[in-house]
């Protein structure tokens, strides 16, 4: 069994900052992941894909967070963050992180974020 468990959403100003961090656990290896990613999907809207990393630490924004959202990775710890800066109303959705193993992909059950205007 494999669990994504995300954390650091919540409700904040536009202009701020969050930062959402993602952990798996159970039986995944470390040394078995390919790529992790971030999604989000807003009420209403498809999901879609925030950001991505892959095992060389090669990296690829959505347009609409380019310069403003980092992600980053550790694959020892088996963990992926997202730095969320100048949020945006147009930020608010709930955010999964997705992990992709050589045989397998796994979901995180999502965290809220909203970005008030």
């Known amino acids: 069994q494999v669990q994504l468990v995300e954390s650091g959403g919540g409700l904040v100003q536009a202009g701020g900052s969050l930062r959402l961090s993602c952990t798996a656990s159970?039986?995944?290896?470390?040394?078995?992941?390919?790529?992790m990613e971030w999604y989000r999907q807003a009420p209403g809207k498809q999901r879609e894909l925030v950001a991505s990393i892959a095992r060389g630490d090669s990296t690829n924004y959505a347009d609409t967070v380019k310069g403003r959202f980092t992600i980053s990775r550790d694959n020892a710890k088996k963990t992926v963050d997202l730095q969320m800066n100048s949020l945006k109303p147009e930020d608010t959705a709930v955010y999964y992180c997705?992990?992709?193993?050589?045989?397998?992909?796994?979901w995180g059950q999502g965290t809220q974020v909203t970005v008030s205007s």
């Open positions: 997705k992990i992709t193993t050589y045989g397998n992909a796994y």
């Open positions: 159970g039986t995944i290896n470390s040394f078995a992941i390919k790529v």
